[in-house]
């Protein structure tokens, strides 16, 4: 009897949790496939990698050792993206360049005087390699390092090679306004919307092929990875990607509040959750949450939330709002839910409220979301739903276009 009760309660798990009782799926990362299966393509040449701290294989064991390690592997330049080589940057800070004190190789910033590496940064390498951990973001600056990275490879005759890893928010899911190319900033440069469900070796050929770019590009695919696998799906252990997304479950709300927080608000930047919270001192809690609430908005509820922001937006300020938690991620649109918040405290609050700061004559919200028409159309009064409608066409493009990329099934 006690077998069968055994029986009994796996099954019951496979049925309502399948992804915790099911054995994690066996997947190889690009810098996996390239060290076990492809060293080849590294022997002989002196090579730059375009790295951070997520830079690790799936025993954490990191890429700058691994290369250093391996016979007849010569790396001889390691170039920093924002955040720094190994993440201790805040968001916006200066990246300074130097001579690594461990491993004596010239760390060259890519989020100092340049964002794009120049030629004498580039004098002496034969391939430049990126290999960090993307979060499926357009508004996250490590696809743009990447991008301009390739291009100034094309310019030097100097190939490029991507290690690919999983994009945490899944395969499948795309939303938000595609950029317009005339809000193209290192917060966006390439006409793709705010979730793009791609793997960085997927983009790397999007952008290659479609922005014309033309380097001479080798992608290595991961093994195992699925478009349906979310980051905890993967087996593969979370290694912050930069200092306010500690965890996976924040990652996933970042393409919703990651906009917000551009914003006269704070989205808990400066806490010990930051990205899961909106608010600022102007705001009533329980009036927030209930008219947000009243929306019914698919995979999401609030809660009335107090937080004081030790840094960044109202720092040492009490401030009000909600704290979002995401219920069913398979339903849950940062976009709409971003969408819907800012509608509602510009009504609740049109006096308090405000767009924030500006970069360039723009406001940095716009060049987060790639666009003016989405404030233009809050401001207007238009409605979430009928904002989203005119992405519709755009999206669909896009679609049409990713297609031609995509690597996994």
Not at 130 to 145: A, L
Not at 176 to 183: E, K
Request: aromatic share 12%; hydrophobic share 40%.
């Amino acid at each position: 009897m006690l077998r069968y009760g055994i029986l009994v309660l796996i099954l019951l798990g496979l049925l309502i949790y399948p992804e915790f009782v099911l054995s994690k799926p066996s997947l190889k990362l690009g810098l996996e496939v390239l060290l076990t299966e492809r060293p080849d393509l590294l022997r002989g040449k002196r090579i730059g990698l375009i790295t951070n701290q997520t830079g690790v294989d799936s025993k954490l064991e990191s890429n700058i050792s691994l290369f250093l390690e391996e016979s007849g592997i010569n790396l001889v330049a390691l170039f920093a993206p924002e955040h720094g080589i190994r993440g201790e940057r805040l968001a916006g800070e200066y990246v300074e360049s130097y001579t690594d004190e461990e491993t004596k190789l010239p760390v060259y910033s890519l989020y100092g005087k340049t964002r794009k590496p120049t030629k004498d940064m580039l004098k002496g390498i034969d391939l430049l390699i990126f290999d960090m951990q993307d979060v499926g973001v357009r508004h996250y600056t490590y696809i743009s390092t990447m991008a301009l990275a390739m291009e100034s490879a094309k310019e030097n005759n100097i190939e490029f090679m991507v290690l690919d890893r999983p994009d945490p928010l899944g395969g499948l899911n795309v939303e938000g306004p595609v950029l317009d190319p005339a809000f193209s900033s290192f917060i966006g440069i390439y006409p793709i919307p705010n979730v793009y469900g791609m793997t960085v070796g997927e983009l790397a050929s999007l952008f290659n092929r479609e922005f014309k770019i033309s380097a001479r590009l080798t992608v290595i695919p991961m093994k195992g990875w699925r478009r349906d696998m979310w980051f905890d799906h993967t087996g593969l252990m979370w290694v912050i990607p930069s200092p306010n997304i500690p965890d996976f479950e924040t990652s996933v709300l970042y393409p919703c509040t990651g906009p917000i927080g551009d914003t006269y608000l704070s989205v808990g930047v400066g806490t010990t959750k930051p990205f899961h919270f909106v608010g600022a001192p102007y705001i009533n809690p329980s009036r927030l949450m209930g008219e947000l609430s009243r929306r019914r908005l698919s995979g999401v509820l609030f809660r009335p939330a107090y937080f004081i922001p030790r840094y960044s937006r109202f720092q040492d300020e009490l401030c009000r709002g909600i704290e979002i938690f995401v219920t069913d991620r398979k339903v849950f649109k940062p976009v709409e839910v971003a969408l819907n918040i800012l509608d509602v405290i510009n009504r609740l609050y049109p006096e308090e409220f405000n767009w924030g700061d500006k970069s360039g004559g723009k406001y940095v919200f716009d060049l987060s979301m790639g666009t003016d028409r989405v404030r233009r159309y809050i401001e207007t009064g238009m409605s979430s739903q009928d904002i989203e409608k005119t992405m519709e066409k755009e999206l669909k493009r896009f679609l049409e276009i990713r297609k031609r990329y995509l690597i996994y099934k």
